[in-house]
């Protein structure tokens, strides 16, 4: 089953290494780096997962 996941990480090779992977096994990722645009995007029906880099700059874990 293919599933919409969001990545969040402020390491751009990590975030994008990460995207590949997902989508090589059939998932469609919409990686991100600032934790603000991440916050929106969760907002938006679709998504079913996110992988989040907890020690993002400017992430609020409570409110995310």
Avoid: C, M, Y
């Avoid at 990590?14 to 995007?41: C, F, I, M, S, Y």
């Amino acid at each position: 089953q293919t599933s919409h996941i969001l990545v969040l990480d402020p390491d751009q090779a990590r975030r994008d290494n990460l995207a590949q992977v997902l989508k090589a096994a059939g998932h469609t990722p919409v990686a991100l780096g600032d934790p603000a645009e991440a916050a929106r995007a969760l907002t938006t029906p679709g998504l079913d997962h996110a992988v989040v880099a907890l020690a993002t700059p400017g992430l609020d874990q409570a409110h995310f």
